[in-house]
């Protein structure tokens, strides 16, 4: 996990009060779950670019290939930047997709007809 996004995990955290029912807790952080894969895509953006751009400059100061050397780097850094938003697009897409088939699952009986019709 990120660094950036332990820091969002640390403020959504809630201490257990007996007193407050766990109905209540959950609408405490409706927001966590949106706030941390926005973090989590984000740093797929920024981490790789930075860190090429980075690489990419020293190499071209080593090798004295400029701009080259950071052209290819960053290339490579977008071709990664990439990969890893599809993978991290599509865990949120199989939760989303898995939240609600079970959703569909409890508003219905095993029969397949609501548990609400007469």
Known sequence: MCPCCLFFVHMGEI???PLVDKKNQDDKVWWQ???MMFA???AWIVAP???AT?????LDNKLDSAPWGLIGIVGISFVISMAGLVMEA???YRKIVGNSKTSKISK???NGKSDNAL
């Open 15 to 17: 201490e257990q009060d």
């Open 40 to 42: 989590r895509l984000s």
């Open 90 to 92: 599509s865990k949120e």
């Open 108 to 110: 219905t009986g095993k």
């Open 33 to 35: 779950s949106a706030v």
């Open 54 to 58: 980075l690489a990419g400059k020293w």
């Open 49 to 51: 670019v930075l860190l």
